[in-house]
């Protein structure tokens, strides 16, 4: 009876759960039906492919114990030793946790005794594989930050990692989960043996695996479905999922899989990023000096936007390739989650179907970067896009830098052109400009910097070939027909139809769940590519409208109440002009965050100056000498409380002529 207690009231994670409570009817009733609608889809494997996976996952586990035999007999080790040197294979990732879907790859990792060098895994074995006929499109990447030999295994997509461990032989009991095996291991070996020790650490960090996996399932396939599932673009990938879902597990130890998708986008839409996540505590001690996640030591971890970090040491940020762009949209898919979660226990007549809507990506631009990556061969082809495609999220970074451009959108999906002609590979960027008077926009040093990056990269590591290319250029929403086949486009214009109808203002203004909370006063916008990469804009405003201009070389952050978005009047009285900015919030809106840049004054207001203050209404006007001494600045007064409790107030600046 006491065990029983203190099962139920054990506390998993860094806090104590939120709630004990057991499942209604409704709960299991609504989680049977998300189970029938997976089974539907077809994500389950069949009992024949599930034995099949683990025959092949036995098959090469017998081929990694022949090999380090062999191995350590050509090593003049003596024979009845080298008898007993033997490796396994691990797995990790999707297959280890439970949730991976019909056809998917296998992440597994290879562990070797200490005589085992790296160099002879991608030379020896890698021959050894080439020499089986089950083996297929085998081939390595030696030089990756964490290195990796890609194959198809008798039909089974592979991915096999190399640690070498410090040991002389491999106990049979091996558990990775033990951090005394870290010591004296090279970075590479660590981060490889990573993968394994993760997974199994969120397996044993959360309160009941069933509930687990099948929220999990749905989580992934929303996030696929939803155009944000890609570690490598920017957005989080299948650990940093997991992550989170356990982490909603722990909070709710005996919830169902429907409460739990409830809770997961309750929870996430909520979070003050970046307040990192966590599983359990990190070790306060670091006993081999790893590199571990740390703001207070390392100063590049506190730039990090949406920190979710691993629970085994040493710990890292998974999610470290995440932009500000990447975070607003994923927050925005949080939000439109929660919603239709809300709608479906309310009893309202909707279906998870709904909630496993494809993105529809394509409509929610006007304005596009389409990324194209080619090669001579099919083998070349797959080499020269992954690494155009590792480099991708550098040019949306390079992109959020500029002023002009407010959300930079990767789409994680590629697109293949199979014209025989030209057959490439091609990616999306969808572009929504700040709403600025005459704005123009140069794309050529982004772009420019992005294909000498993935260039010089190429070079670097012997991968650029002859007839390898890739390209990057701006089209406008009209011009993708050009790019894409009509199928793509029509799907995309389908679903358009199916909700509400959006005006061109509506899709060009910011990214909210099925509404604006900024107005634009932008009427019309007329943007056209005024030479290579550059991009030129001219916007029209109504009457007694006009944007404030952007200063060059500023950073700004809008935690604030003025945004470039917002309407500014400007009214002339005499010598004074009186420029008055609109917060265009309803009650209870708050603006949102800008990017995080800050915004620096190389000025400061001189305390000397005379500044006379005049209350109208909700506006005040703070008028003060236009002749400043060098240095100086006109000092600006916001009314109302403070920017994080703002509503629909105004500030006004007045400068004597």
């Not at 558990?175 to 997974?199: A, F, H, I, M």
């Not at 971890?301 to 979710?308: S, T």
């Not at 809300?342 to 496993?356: A, I, P, V």
């Amino acid at each position: 009876m006491a065990s029983d207690s203190s099962k139920e009231t054990r506390t998993y994670g860094v806090t104590s759960a939120l709630s004990h409570a057991q499942p209604k009817d409704k709960d299991i009733e609504l989680t049977k039906k998300l189970e029938t609608y997976l089974v539907r889809l077809g994500i389950y494997e069949t009992d024949d492919e599930l034995q099949h996976r683990i025959a092949v996952l036995a098959a090469l586990n017998n081929l990694v114990k022949d090999w380090i035999v062999k191995f350590s007999t050509e090593k003049k080790m003596p024979e009845l030793v080298a008898s007993k040197m033997s490796g396994k294979v691990y797995t990790f990732g999707s297959y280890r946790l439970g949730v991976h879907t019909k056809g998917a790859d296998i992440d597994t990792l290879c562990v070797a005794p200490r005589h085992v060098e790296r160099s002879d895994f991608f030379d020896s074995f890698q021959k050894m594989l080439r020499e089986r006929k089950e083996v297929k499109d085998l081939r390595a990447v030696e030089d990756a930050y964490v290195p990796v030999m890609k194959m198809v295994f008798d039909g089974v997509e592979i991915d096999l990692l190399f640690a070498r461990l410090a040991l002389q032989e491999l106990p049979l009991d091996l558990d990775l989960r033990d951090d005394s095996l870290l010591k004296n291991l090279d970075p590479r070996c660590v981060r490889s043996l990573n993968g394994c020790r993760v997974t199994d650490e969120i397996l044993h960090l959360v309160p009941q695996r069933e509930n687990f996996k099948l929220t999990l399932r749905a989580v992934k396939l929303w996030a696929k479905r939803r155009g944000i599932y890609s570690n490598v673009l920017g957005f989080l990938g299948g650990v940093s999922w997991a992550m989170l879902v356990a982490r909603i597990c722990q909070l709710y130890p005996n919830a169902v899989a429907s409460t739990l998708i409830q809770k997961f986008f309750f929870v996430f839409k909520t979070w003050h990023w970046p307040k990192p996540l966590l599983l359990k505590q990190p070790a306060q001690d670091n006993p081999y000096g790893l590199n571990v996640w740390d703001p207070r030591v390392n100063p590049s971890d506190r730039y990090h936007v949406m920190p979710i970090i691993t629970p085994a040491y040493p710990q890292q940020n998974s999610t470290f390739n995440v932009s500000y762009s990447t975070l607003g949209v994923i927050k925005e898919e949080f939000e439109k989650g929660f919603v239709f979660m809300e709608k479906l226990f309310s009893g309202s007549e909707c279906n998870w179907e709904e909630l496993f809507e494809p993105v529809n990506f394509f409509n929610k631009y006007r304005h596009y970067i389409a990324i194209s990556a080619s090669a001579k061969t099919e083998i070349e082809q797959l080499e020269w896009v992954g690494l155009v495609e590792s480099k991708i999220r550098l040019l949306v970074n390079s992109l959020e830098q500029s002023e002009e451009i407010k959300v930079a959108h990767v789409n994680p999906k590629q697109y293949p052109k199979t014209d025989e002609s030209d057959p490439k590979t091609l990616w999306f960027i969808g572009l929504e400009f700040e709403k600025l008077e005459h704005l123009k926009v140069d794309l050529t040093f982004a772009i420019q910097s992005f294909v000498n990056t993935v260039q010089r990269q190429g070079l670097q590591s012997a991968r650029l070939k002859e007839g390898m290319l890739v390209d990057a250029k701006h089209v406008k929403k009209k011009q993708l027909g050009e790019l894409l086949p009509p199928d793509v486009l029509r799907v995309s214009k389908k679903r358009s139809s199916q909700g509400a109808r959006k005006t061109v203002q509506d899709l060009d203004s910011s990214h909210q769940s099925g509404e604006d909370v900024v107005k634009s006063s932008c009427s019309t916008c007329r943007l056209e590519l005024s030479g290579p990469g550059t991009l030129s804009a001219d916007s029209s405003f109504v009457d007694g409208e006009q944007q404030l201009p952007v200063r060059k070389g500023r950073q700004r952050s809008y935690s604030g109440s003025t945004s470039p978005s917002k309407r500014v009047k400007t009214e002339q009285r005499g010598d004074a002009k009186a420029v008055t900015t609109d917060s265009g919030f309803a009650d209870g809106e708050q603006p949102p965050v800008r990017k995080g840049r800050p915004r620096s004054y190389s000025g400061s207001t001189s305390p000397g100056k005379r500044v006379k203050t005049e209350q109208r209404g909700d506006t005040k006007t703070v008028t003060a000498p236009a002749k400043l001494e060098r240095g100086e600045m006109i000092m600006m007064k916001t009314t109302g409380p403070p920017p994080h409790g703002m509503n629909t107030q105004q500030s006004s600046v007045t400068a004597a002529k």
